[in-house]
């Protein structure tokens, strides 16, 4: 049957041979059952397969042409790799041994003499067209099966981003993005020199290994976890055991510790706040003391936590970030790779900007494919059951690190997979066909919420493939507030099509919150309950958004002379500070506006004016000033306008701000709008001590 496809489909042969009588005996063998192409020397040849090498099924080559003979030609199809898609007989009247030879070292298929027997190029033809269909069939369906895998990975890693960051209300692209970012910076220190004798395979398992940095912070505590603002020494030092924390986790693993993947993670958790001064912690190694796999992760980590907005600061431009390393003002890096970070800068914006995981995992497959045909001493076969191996191995690691409940879902066959341990925890079975109509599945969640997931999970584009779905969870010892954080799957078809979904269920019950507290410690201030930063701007944007033409201001002030507090009466007696202001604040704002404290003892403010805004920022700013015990409280204040600036929020913070740094140059304790004078005072941001910030990611 495969036969009479490939008959009726009119498969192209191109003959390459210089004698024209070759060429019209071969067509005459051939043209009925294929479509004939003819070149009459080499350069012919090549410039046709250039021209449609995707087309042709076959290459029927003299080796003893005027131009570029038979060789010539099988050296480019090297070159440009298409003879690892389009096979090559070759045919000539040279017998002798060295020919041959040479010709199967360069790959050709097979061999046939002069003068031509009929039945034996018509067989060899066949034969060898059905050979490489069936090979172009299996190396796609390996390819298939590498990419869902890989697919599934991608997921994997995405989802553990999400959790890994959801006690201290990150977005989770960190870690995604640490993981972009090593890799990069690793493959461009690859190509820059051997010194560190990289591999792809290693490059690959120390990006995966870093989305477990950060792992150990599920130790500390809450409330120095997710602090707006610098922390105190003590706090400081706290903050500083998760790197030990996280090692010591996977030391304390019961299994995988001789595999790659482990042995990387665990030096990256140890080791990535290291710096190449010695000056890190918590070994103080220095230099190639420090393996070649966490320098680049504590770079990535440094360079994305410039770069992403926190409560206590805006983000910074890729450019600036760039510059800030470069110049040594957010640590000490190893000389060669900051090479390879200003070689690779436009990559990683590019990539930062428009590069998505689905787009990141089809160039991983289009290598893998590439490999498949390079890599000859391996059977497809055997190179499918190795890489897929190794995706099970890290799938399974991923799922020991966590006590959550995971699950995969397919439509064909409708079928649940849940992890060994949350199978236990809900008291199921581990596999659970059709789970919309199975009695087990169905006293879990209850016929409404299982429609309503599915909702959900339909509702999904490839392009936006995640959801959070709040539910009560009916676990083997009672009923438990959970969320499930979900990933949709979707075929690469078009147009693509729903396959299923991948994901983890987070008791939250046992995290002892409650789901209005998550929704309000992610948006709020934990200590003064104001706005955080990042709540504050979202909102500001709408405002914009909704009203263009209002009256606007946006003020930032902070506490004079605030260390004095800390100093003299202790730092619980400075948060009690902090906390006062906030109250004041509240009270001196009118419903509409927006109040946030955007870090440490800086606060921001959004207002909305019928009249001239002066007098509001006056009043404002008189509420504010006083005393809180025996404490003098005096504020600096700068204030910009949507008249002075425009309205862009990233504008009109940065005036006001260069409007506050105007105040406290010139003595502190009093208010001022920003004007074109102050256009060219330096920013009130200080330059970020690399090693402090990472530590907030």
């Known amino acids: 049957m495969l036969a009479l496809e490939r008959i009726t489909d009119k498969q192209k042969i191109l003959i390459v041979d210089d004698s024209e009588m070759n060429r019209s005996i071969l067509a005459d063998m051939l043209g009925d059952e294929y479509e004939i192409l003819e070149a009459e020397n080499g350069k012919e040849g090549v410039a046709m397969l250039q021209k449609c090498c995707g087309d042709i099924s076959l290459v029927l080559l003299d080796i003893v042409m005027p131009e570029m003979d038979g060789f010539g030609v099988l050296n480019v199809m090297n070159k440009n790799q298409w003879i690892a898609d389009v096979p090559v007989?070759?045919?000539?009247?040279?017998?002798?041994?060295?020919?041959?030879?040479?010709?199967?070292?360069?790959?050709?298929?097979?061999?046939?003499?002069?003068?031509?027997?009929?039945?034996?190029?018509?067989?060899?033809?066949?034969?060898?067209?059905?050979?490489?269909?069936?090979?172009?069939?299996?190396?796609?369906?390996?390819?298939?099966?590498?990419?869902?895998?890989?697919?599934?990975?991608?997921?994997?890693?995405?989802?553990?981003?999400?959790?890994?960051?959801?006690?201290?209300?990150?977005?989770?692209?960190?870690?995604?993005?640490?993981?972009?970012?090593?890799?990069?910076?690793?493959?461009?220190?690859?190509?820059?020199?051997?010194?560190?004798?990289?591999?792809?395979?290693?490059?690959?398992?120390?990006?995966?290994?870093?989305?477990?940095?950060?792992?150990?912070?599920?130790?500390?505590?809450?409330?120095?976890?997710?602090?707006?603002?610098?922390?105190?020494?003590?706090?400081?030092?706290?903050?500083?055991?998760?790197s030990m924390v996280g090692a010591d986790m996977l030391e304390a693993l019961p299994f995988y510790h001789d595999e790659p993947l482990v042995k990387a993670a665990y030096q990256i958790c140890r080791w990535h706040h290291e710096r190449w001064d010695g000056r890190g912690y918590p070994d103080g190694l220095k230099e190639d003391e420090i393996p070649i796999g966490v320098q680049a992760v504590a770079l990535a980590d440094v360079y994305d936590a410039l770069t992403s907005e926190r409560v206590y600061k805006p983000a910074f431009s890729h450019e600036k970030a760039i510059q800030m390393i470069l110049n040594?003002?957010?640590?000490?890096?190893?000389?060669?790779?900051?090479?390879?970070?200003?070689?690779?800068?436009?990559?990683?914006?590019?990539?930062?900007?428009?590069?998505?995981?689905l787009q990141q995992s089809q160039r991983e497959m289009q290598n893998v494919a590439r490999e498949l045909h390079k890599h000859e001493e391996l059977t497809a076969s055997e190179r499918t059951l190795e890489l897929l191996e190794h995706e099970r191995m890290k799938y399974s690691f991923f799922a020991s690190l966590t006590e959550?409940?995971?699950?995969?879902?397919?439509?064909?066959?409708?079928?649940?997979?849940?992890?060994?341990?949350?199978?236990?925890?809900?008291?199921?079975?581990?596999?659970?066909?059709d789970p919309a109509h199975n009695e087990k599945a169905l006293e879990l969640l209850g016929e409404d919420k299982w429609r309503g997931l599915a909702d959900a999970l339909h509702s999904t584009t490839p392009g936006r493939p995640m959801i959070n779905f709040d539910c009560m969870l009916n676990y083997s010892d009672g009923p438990r507030w959970t969320r499930i954080v979900a990933?949709?799957?979707?075929?690469?078809?078009?147009?693509?099509?729903?396959?299923?979904?991948?994901g983890k269920a987070i008791d939250i019950h046992d995290s002892r919150m409650r789901l209005d507290d998550l929704e309000r410690q992610a948006t709020h201030d934990a200590m003064t309950g104001l706005l955080n930063h990042a709540t504050a701007k979202a909102k500001v944007l709408e405002r914009l958004q909704e009203r263009p033409d209002g009256r606007y201001a946006l003020v930032i002030f902070d506490l004079d002379h605030f260390k004095q507090a800390n100093d003299t009466y202790g730092h619980m007696f400075g948060d009690k500070v902090l906390i006062h202001v906030a109250n004041k604040l509240r009270q001196s704002i009118r419903d509409g506006d927006i109040a946030a404290r955007a870090g440490g003892d800086e606060f921001l403010i959004f207002l909305e004016c019928k009249d001239e805004v002066e007098p509001a920022v006056q009043r404002i700013y008189s509420a504010l000033t006083g005393r809180f015990e025996d404490?003098?409280?005096?504020?600096?204040?700068?204030?910009?306008?949507?008249?002075?600036?425009?309205?862009?929020?990233?504008?009109?913070?940065?005036?006001?701000?260069?409007?506050?740094?105007?105040?406290?140059?010139?003595?502190?304790?009093y208010f001022r709008f920003y004007d074109g004078s102050m256009s060219k005072t330096l920013s009130a941001i200080s330059p970020i001590d690399g090693e402090a910030e990472a530590d907030h990611t």
């Not at 993005?177 to 990069?184: C, D, P, S």
């Not at 064909?412 to 008291?427: D, I, N, Q, V």
């Not at 003098?632 to 913070?653: C, K, Q, R």
Request: aromatic share 8%; hydrophobic share 40%; net charge negative.
């Open 404 to 433: 959550d409940i995971q699950f995969e879902f397919t439509v064909h066959p409708p079928m649940a997979t849940l992890s060994a341990w949350g199978a236990e925890k809900l008291g199921v079975p581990e596999i659970i066909m």
């Open 328 to 357: 040594g003002e957010c640590g000490a890096f190893n000389p060669l790779m900051m090479e390879c970070l200003r070689d690779c800068a436009d990559e990683i914006l590019e990539q930062l900007q428009g590069d998505g995981a």
């Open 487 to 502: 990933r949709a799957t979707w075929s690469s078809d078009e147009p693509p099509r729903y396959t299923g979904a991948i």
């Open 89 to 242: 007989i070759m045919i000539s009247a040279e017998s002798g041994s060295s020919h041959i030879e040479r010709a199967f070292d360069l790959g050709v298929t097979d061999f046939i003499s002069r003068p031509f027997d009929a039945l034996i190029v018509h067989r060899r033809v066949v034969n060898t067209i059905l050979l490489y269909a069936k090979q172009k069939k299996l190396v796609a369906l390996v390819a298939d099966q590498i990419y869902e895998k890989e697919h599934s990975n991608s997921m994997m890693i995405d989802i553990l981003s999400h959790i890994v960051e959801f006690r201290n209300g990150e977005s989770g692209m960190h870690v995604r993005h640490v993981h972009m970012l090593t890799e990069t910076v690793l493959t461009t220190l690859m190509r820059k020199t051997d010194r560190y004798h990289l591999t792809p395979a290693d490059v690959s398992v120390i990006s995966t290994a870093s989305a477990l940095h950060d792992i150990g912070k599920i130790a500390i505590p809450g409330e120095i976890l997710n602090k707006p603002g610098r922390f105190t020494d003590e706090e400081f030092a706290i903050m500083k055991t998760h």
């Open 631 to 669: 404490f003098p409280i005096s504020v600096s204040m700068g204030v910009a306008t949507i008249e002075s600036v425009g309205g862009n929020y990233d504008e009109l913070f940065q005036a006001a701000d260069k409007a506050l740094y105007t105040v406290k140059r010139s003595g502190r304790g």
